[in-house]
């Protein structure tokens, strides 16, 4: 099995909703970062990605028909090229919005995830999160509204660079069934 969709967009771009819509139009399952949080093994290809390791993609999505969410976001030009028939969805969110969400959640978690007790293998991926979202995408200003907006935008700037228009998806998923069922 191959991955057939690759998603691009940051968390806190309804990711989730994104996931539980593609399993219910029959690609499932969807890897998503609650995947890797509940399948421990899979932290050590995450952790061989953020030390900059050779990995093998189809090992890592091994089982998946698609991807959607860090950390597989972080990697979409690495998937894109090694599942060339994948369609590709940017999943976006208006800015305030997505910014207040993120801000909240995931840039909140990860400035304090070292004084929570987790269990080990959430601990370990947050470890490796923190080298490719903290670090890699937001050069080390994951709290810095203007640094972090910028890289969002960046995010879709460079995806619509590389992607043919015909295999991709820029979608909001306020915008409801209708633009991603004809995608799909």
Known sequence: MALEIIGSGFGRTGTR??????????????????????????????????????????????????QIDWPGAHVW?????TFPKAKVIHSVRPDDKWWASFSRTIAKLMTHYKNIPLPP??????????????????????????????????REQE?????????????????GWDPLCAFL
């Not at 949080?37 to 899979?42: G, L, V």
């Not at 995806?159 to 915008?175: E, K, Y």
Request: charged letters at 25%.
């Open 17 to 66: 909703s994104l996931k539980e819509a593609l399993e219910t139009l029959g690609y499932a399952p969807c890897h998503h970062m609650e995947d890797v949080f509940e399948n421990p093994p899979q932290v050590a290809h995450w952790r061989a990605i953020a030390a900059g390791q050779p990995v093998d993609w189809k090992k890592i999505f091994a089982g998946y028909h698609a």
């Open 77 to 81: 030009r690495e998937t894109a090229a």
């Open 121 to 154: 293998h959430i601990h370990d991926m947050m470890v490796a999160a923190e080298k490719l979202i903290a670090e890699d995408t937001f050069a080390g200003h994951i709290t810095d509204r203007d640094v972090a907006l910028a890289a969002y935008h960046r």
């Open 159 to 175: 995806v619509r660079a590389a992607i043919p228009a015909a295999r991709l998806l820029v979608f909001d998923v306020a915008q």
